[in-house]
């Protein structure tokens, strides 16, 4: 499974990168198939760079914050404009269970059509699984100031060069702080993509919005994690400094998203 940072910044676009978005493309012995872990402010225009639009197979969406959904009415766009029409049916998108509605109304639509004609909206029932292709996706509840919000859960199965199936598994955190269910949804992981918003010393005090780069270490050691990436950076947060304190709560691997980076699970 590759996995590619579309964009890492959190909370609103940096300058160096969109908000939260991230491509999966995995092959499952017939086909390559890509799906798509949010899609915020600013990222429709660069995940161009890594894929034809009409190649996504499917979006998941962890809550319906701006910075982790709002260019879902551009994609809208796109699908219903496109000079000669889009060539594909209706995107899959799994979302929490306002999502139709909220897109709708953020583009200034009735809700009925609304974006039903392009997308194929579906709600998350937690800890109820997807599959698509050679992905399981399964959503957690998590600990976030919203309606719904959801880490993901990825699970994959294709073959390796000699044919040999290999199984991964890839869990994003979606926003969150420290909660069973994160922990949960990341238990073994190969990879962990964890928000570290927050800075110990001036955010530790707020509770149940944001990690630290301290919280995220220990959710990735209790959970038996692999290897940490940290993400959802905003541009006033320190990366140096949340890795800093991630590594001594964590004994694997610890990075930072960057954007455009790609990594293979």
Not at 7 to 14: D, E, K, V, Y
Not at 125 to 148: A, D, I, K, M, W
Not at 172 to 200: H, I, K, V
Request: hydrophobic share 40%.
């Amino acid at each position: 499974m590759k996995l590619t940072i579309v964009g890492c910044t959190g909370s609103f676009p940096g300058p160096g990168s969109p908000a939260s978005c991230y491509l999966l493309t995995a092959h499952d012995g017939e086909r390559q198939w890509k799906i798509v872990m949010d899609l915020g402010s600013g990222a429709l225009g660069a995940i161009q760079r890594y894929t034809d639009l009409e190649d996504i197979d499917a979006i998941f969406l962890t809550h319906l914050h701006p910075d982790h959904c709002m260019d879902l009415c551009g994609l809208h766009v796109a699908v219903r404009w496109k000079p000669g029409g889009w060539g594909r049916d209706r995107i899959p998108v799994w979302g929490p269970a306002a999502t139709a509605d909220r897109m709708a109304t953020a583009y200034g639509l009735d809700l009925d059509p609304g974006m039903h004609e392009e997308f194929d909206f579906s709600n998350w029932s937690e800890r109820q699984s997807v599959q698509l292709g050679p992905f399981t996706v399964t959503p957690y509840t998590v600990n976030h100031p919203v309606e719904e919000a959801y880490a993901l859960r990825v699970e994959v199965t294709e073959p390796d060069k000699e044919g040999k199936a290999v199984s991964r598994i890839l869990t994003y955190s979606g926003d969150t702080d420290s909660c069973p269910g994160l922990e949960d949804a990341a238990r073994n992981a190969d990879l962990f993509l964890c928000e570290a918003a927050f800075e110990e010393g001036r955010d530790d005090a707020i509770k149940d919005v944001h990690m630290t780069g301290k919280r995220a270490g220990q959710a990735a050691t209790a959970a038996g994690a692999r290897r940490l990436l940290l993400t959802h950076i905003p541009v006033w947060t320190s990366q140096t400094k949340v890795m800093a304190e991630a590594r001594p709560e964590f004994a694997g691997d610890v990075a930072v998203a960057v954007a455009g980076v790609h990594y293979t699970v």
